[in-house]
């Protein structure tokens, strides 16, 4: 979404912002996505209202109309997968298959071009990627790509084990290669048993796996009311300040990852209620965990401590820019002109700033607000089932052990030891 400066009216930091040109309208986001087309797509940016980028196809490097059931070939200008060698002439491209075998069954256009959006942009290019690694297999061990019907599965076997002897940690890349290449062969129309592969798979695994999972480190919640409370009041700060105040605590209360803050669809300002009890409604829609776009309605109730409120901070930085942004722009925009929505790596960027600012070491990234939130609910005696509502868990499972964990082990060792058994 591009902005222009239309109007000389500054807020008190006068050149902070500029008019936004665009804003969706009071219907409702959902209307408002419909009517503009706004959807997932292989492209980064906007352009007024469309779409920019697509992709360019290359057919066998003829006009001809492709051939049924041969793979349709590419040639990306900025996006190589890792691995593949550059001087290679194209690479396998999932849209593309699924544009042709579509055709080929009297797919009309409008709905061949929607077809690629059940997958989020980056699982596709991820898909491609090694969809791509594949390919480049194949030629480096002389096999026919796509593999004859009658090798495929052994073929696949033993790229899935060069791949694993690579990784320490291979589950999440083998079940990603998986996933994409049964996504491969299905749209070349050529099946075979795949529960042999998974089975595979787990074997892989299990004699590959050479260290334990990792996790996200859950960070000193005290630090962050600290650095607000030593910022002042909301009315004292610069609206860059303000504005990293209420991203910040609202990462925090709402367990959000930037993503959130920032997600491809946008969040907009009519998603965002102040009811009169004092307490924040946000309705989250188009995130990570949103994939059947039902949306997430979220209530975030206001802090005693006005210093370190989220509710009041983000009314304060709503009110402070609603002139410039309107009342259905977008929620957090760019201080600088153009005045765009900001981007998940913008807020990733600001989260990263207060991390700083509060005194904590670079271990900690903006991935640790979301676990960071939800430990500090459950340790606080939140109910399991309230916090994992609030940050939007569909299961207990990964809720339990992903995201909670405890802060001060040895505190259960003592309840443990000294309690006396009858």
Known sequence: MRCRCSTSIRLGNGD??????????RQGIRNYLFTIGLCYSDCSGLEGQNLVSKTKRIVNNTTNSPTPGKPVLY???HRYARGIKK???????????WADKLKNQKWNAHCIEKF???????????????VAMFQQYCIDNETHFPPEKWESQACVANFLNQRAELSERPESLLKTITAALKHYFKAIDQNFNWESIESFVKALI???????????????IQSFMNLFESWGPNRDLSLKKLRQKAITSLALAAMCRPSDLAPRVGLFRNQILFKPNGCLVVQFFGTKNDSDRHGFEVQIDPSSNPLTDPVSCLREYIEKTKIHVGVTGPLFVNTTPPCMAMSAASVSSVLRDSIKEA????????????????TAAVLGGVAAHTARTLGRWKTDDVFFNSYVFP???????????LVKLM
């Open 206 to 220: 299990k004699v590959n796996t050479k260290r334990p999972a990792g996790r996200t480190k859950v960070m000193p």
């Open 16 to 25: 902070q912002f500029c008019q936004c040109t665009y804003s969706p309208p």
């Open 359 to 374: 005194g904590l070491g670079p271990e900690f990234t903006a991935r640790c607000f979301r676990p960071t939130g939800a």
């Open 407 to 417: 802060l001060d082990p040895d505190s259960i060792t003592d309840k443990m030891f």
């Open 116 to 130: 690629s959006q059940f997958l989020a942009p980056s699982t596709l290019e991820q898909y491609n990627k090694y």
């Open 75 to 77: 040639t990306p200008q």
């Open 87 to 97: 001087s290679q002439v194209g690479v396998v491209c999932l849209e593309d298959l």
